[in-house]
């Protein structure tokens, strides 16, 4: 069973462009989410979607946005680059049901911003 | 979500048993308490969750106190593989498993095995 696919893995981009990263669920996960990761801030929750609707978000400016499409695949896109934007970021599904909700992590797209 | 304390660094020697504290005392009835581990560069990976009862997998063992306001993760011989970041989370859930999927790391317990 595939697990998550984040593509790209690594990009480098300057301030002031945009980027768009993508994310494949496992087969099956509805459940996507995102996660920001930096030395100093750690990893910190960026959003979260459900069936193609944004059911959280975390404390992110409105630079960083996100969708889903039905396929479940998910998309975050950060506009305006800004040199603290530089980081991992992690994509994560979660299978349906019952249970407590374990995360399946993605490996990451690495963000580098000049 | 409640908050949980982990020390920032542990040394372990290959093949000996690790015992990773947390403490969680704010820790709410519906919290179950989650752990995740990280590998240099890799994305958190899933170890192991529990409520109120120890629990074990085929990764390691959980150790709830029974006013559970600590709990303990186990690796049983710790490998060269283990050496990774810890995290302790808590995370409430709705009994009907519904609800967001948004997890509160902090900073996790750096493991270091030693050869």
């Known amino acids: 069973k595939a697990g998550v696919t984040q593509t790209p893995r690594y990009l480098i981009k300057t301030r002031g462009q945009q980027v768009t990263l993508s994310c494949s669920p496992i087969s099956g996960h509805r459940s996507v989410s995102w996660y920001q990761q930096t030395p100093g801030q750690g990893l910190q929750f960026l959003f979260e979607?459900?069936?193609?609707?944004?059911?959280n978000k975390g404390n992110f400016p409105g630079r960083f946005s996100g969708r889903q499409f039905s396929n479940s695949r998910s998309e975050m896109n950060v506009s305006t680059l800004e040199l603290g934007d530089s980081a991992l970021y992690l994509c994560?599904?979660?299978?349906?049901?019952?249970?407590?909700?374990?995360?399946?992590f993605g490996e990451g797209s690495r963000l580098t911003v000049l | 979500d409640a908050k949980t304390t982990q020390p920032n660094s542990m040394e372990s020697n290959e093949e000996e048993p690790v015992h990773l504290p947390c403490n969680h005392s704010?820790?709410?009835?519906?919290?179950?308490i989650h752990w995740y581990r990280q590998l240099p560069s890799q994305g958190p990976e899933y170890v192991i969750h529990?409520?109120?009862s120890n629990v074990n997998n085929r990764m390691a063992s959980l150790a709830i106190a029974e006013d559970r306001k600590s709990s303990t993760l186990i690796l049983h011989r710790a490998t060269l593989r283990d050496a990774a970041v810890y995290y302790c989370i808590l995370r409430d859930v709705p009994y009907s498993g519904a609800g967001s999927y948004q997890l509160t790391f902090g900073k996790g317990t750096k493991l270091s095995v030693i050869p």
């Open positions: 979607y459900f069936s193609e609707t944004q059911r």
């Open positions: 994560a599904s979660t299978p349906p049901g019952h249970g407590t909700g374990e995360l399946f």
């Open positions: 704010t820790i709410s009835g519906t919290d179950y």
């Open positions: 529990g409520l109120t």
